[in-house]
């Protein structure tokens, strides 16, 4: 068990839908990192919030939004949801301590597998 | 942008057998880091390495950074069917995220 727990476990919905993904922090950790996966496919980073603001984006689509609150945890918000947007999604922590060489350890939750029919 | 490239992406042995993924990264990495995930499950943290021609060993796992800090490398020695999973490097973004690779989905055939 990482810390890092996100719910719903599964979600099943149909095109042209919004959904929230939800997930909360390790205690301590600042950041919260946003990850899709789909079938047999790597880790596309999607964005990364510490401590409230967004810090880095990756290839999040406009569809797709996120926040983090002031207690850490975030939300992954997908909307106009497509049959290309099932996939797994990740939610990361770290506590974001990182040196110049080193770079955070991050944790992962469980995921939320998102199905779009 | 910095692009991560792993090979191979599958990977079957038999057990007892050994194996190896290969990580390389279009520009010079400050570290690298290796995730394993178990099938259906989350991406765990396996270790990190930080100097140039830096090796690493966890048991039966051998981890390596090249030289140049452009590659690395993961050697399982006599591989055992716990050992299966999609094994990932990650090397840090300009922004302090990580880049993963597409994985090697080591299988390990009893």
């Known amino acids: 068990d990482s810390g890092v727990t996100q719910t719903p476990k599964h979600l099943i919905t149909a095109t042209g839908q919004r959904v929230t993904l939800r997930c909360s922090p390790r205690?301590?950790?600042?950041?919260v990192y946003w990850y899709q996966q789909s079938l047999d496919q790597g880790l596309q980073f999607l964005i990364q919030?510490?401590?409230?603001?967004?810090?880095a984006k990756g290839n999040i689509l406009e569809r797709f939004s996120a926040q983090q609150f002031p207690d850490l945890h975030s939300e992954l918000n997908l909307s106009s949801l497509e049959l290309g947007d099932s996939a797994l999604y990740f939610c990361?922590?770290?506590?974001?301590?990182?040196?110049?060489?080193?770079?955070?350890?991050?944790?992962f939750g469980p995921g939320t597998r998102l199905t779009v029919l | 942008g910095q692009q991560v490239m792993q090979i191979p992406q599958y990977q079957h042995v038999q057990e007892g057998e050994d194996f190896t993924t290969y990580c390389n990264s279009s520009t010079t990495l400050s570290n690298i880091q290796w995730y394993k995930q178990r099938p259906g499950g989350h991406p765990v943290f396996l270790i990190q390495l930080v100097k140039s021609g830096e090796v690493k060993k966890q048991k039966r796992l051998t981890f390596q950074f090249g030289e140049a800090k452009k590659n690395s490398s993961l050697h399982i020695t006599a591989t055992q069917t716990t050992d299966v999973g999609t094994y990932f490097c990650?090397?840090?973004?300009?922004?302090?995220?990580?880049?993963f690779g597409s994985g090697t989905q080591l299988t390990v055939l009893p």
């Open positions: 205690s301590g950790d600042l950041s």
């Open positions: 990650a090397g840090p973004g300009s922004a302090r995220q990580l880049t």
């Open positions: 919030y510490y401590n409230g603001e967004e810090r």
């Open positions: 990361a922590s770290s506590v974001a301590r990182q040196s110049l060489q080193h770079t955070d350890t991050q944790y």
